[in-house]
Every structure is written in structure tokens, then in C-alpha cells.
């Protein structure tokens, strides 16, 4: 029998191996949330005044132990704040009673529910909006997310709250930045 042809059922076997799906842990211990993910998000809020765009950037942090924080910095652009005109604002928002709910028998998808409370801290008119207001305080928000990545370090979250079209992606951060927060 020629060389070639002992090889062939080898490269076949090699060749079916590389092309099966990898087989995924059964407890999904690699699509657990944890640790330290900043992130990016935006889209647009529909208030009764109308759509007002927005934009957030800051960090969510896992625990081992289920809890969780997250602090960011939200931007509204309102084209008609309460009936007085366009204003910007930026606010600090922080994240409250966070609870991450996976999907059972596949964790790398779940919902986040958090309650949100919103601080003006710059303003294009300190008149109407000063710095210091309290926005919105314990509002119900709640995210779709999906996990991904090679190393499962890719939050995907889209905006389940009523009235909120918006989405995001979070990355999670080198243990170097985790130890700054």
C-alpha cells in the first residue's frame, strides 16, 4: 500500500475532529459572570416630552459571591426638556440591588434587572438642569445579555426596559485595571 493512502484515513480523522463543534463544559463554569467589564452603551430613551438620544460608558464588577456594582457615565440629549428647549446632560448613574438571572441549561444568555438613580454633574444650562440634581432615583431597568469571545470576555446587552431602545457591548478588563476599582 502506497504511503499516501495509509496517510488518508489519518487526514480524514484529522480532518473530522478539527470540523466537530468543541464540546462545551456542562456547567458552563466559562459563561459565568465575574470579575471586571467596562463597557459602552447607547441608543434612545422615549419620554413624554419625546425621544431623547443617550449614551453611557463605565464598569460592571461580578463577585464571586453573586453581588454585583456598576457605575457609569450617562449623556441625554434632549431636544425639549420639559417643554423649555434642548439641553445636554451628563450624569453619574450608579446601579443598585443588580440581580443576574442566566438562562437555565444555557448560562452565556440571562437577564440583568438592576434598580438606577441618575446625579446631573455638567449641563449645557444650569438654570434649568444644575449640577447636583437627582434625575431619576431607584428606577427599574433591566438588559438581555449574551456572553462571547474566545475567552468568554464579551458582554452583549440590548436594553429591556419599557420605553429604552438601546444596546451595548462590555469588555472585560485585565486583572491590572480590576485592582484600580
Not at 51 to 56: F, G, K, N, T
Request: with cysteine.
Amino acid at each position: 500500500m502506497p504511503k499516501s493512502t495509509r496517510l488518508l484515513p489519518l487526514i480524514c480523522a484529522a480532518a473530522l475532529a478539527a470540523s466537530a463543534p468543541a464540546q462545551a463544559d456542562p456547567d458552563h463554569h466559562a459563561c459565568r459572570l465575574k470579575g471586571s467589564y467596562g463597557y459602552v452603551y447607547d441608543g434612545t430613551s422615549y419620554t413624554p416630552s419625546g425621544p431623547v438620544a443617550l449614551s453611557e460608558t463605565g464598569f460592571f464588577a461580578f463577585a464571586h459571591d453573586g453581588s454585583a456594582s456598576s457605575e457609569g457615565t450617562l449623556t441625554f440629549q434632549f431636544t425639549d426638556f420639559g417643554g423649555t428647549g434642548p439641553i445636554w446632560l451628563t450624569l453619574k448613574e450608579v446601579l443598585s440591588n443588580i440581580t443576574v438571572t442566566p438562562e437555565p441549561g444555557n448560562p452565556c444568555h440571562g437577564a440583568i434587572s438592576f434598580q438606577a438613580t441618575a446625579t446631573v454633574t455638567k449641563t449645557s444650562d444650569p438654570s434649568r438642569a444644575p449640577a447636583g440634581l437627582v434625575l431619576f432615583t431607584n428606577s427599574p431597568r433591566s438588559l438581555a445579555y449574551t456572553i462571547s469571545g474566545k475567552r468568554n470576555d464579551i458582554i452583549t446587552v440590548i436594553s429591556t426596559s419599557p420605553g429604552t431602545i438601546a444596546s451595548g457591548t462590555a469588555y472585560k478588563q485585565s486583572r491590572q485595571a480590576q485592582r484600580r476599582h
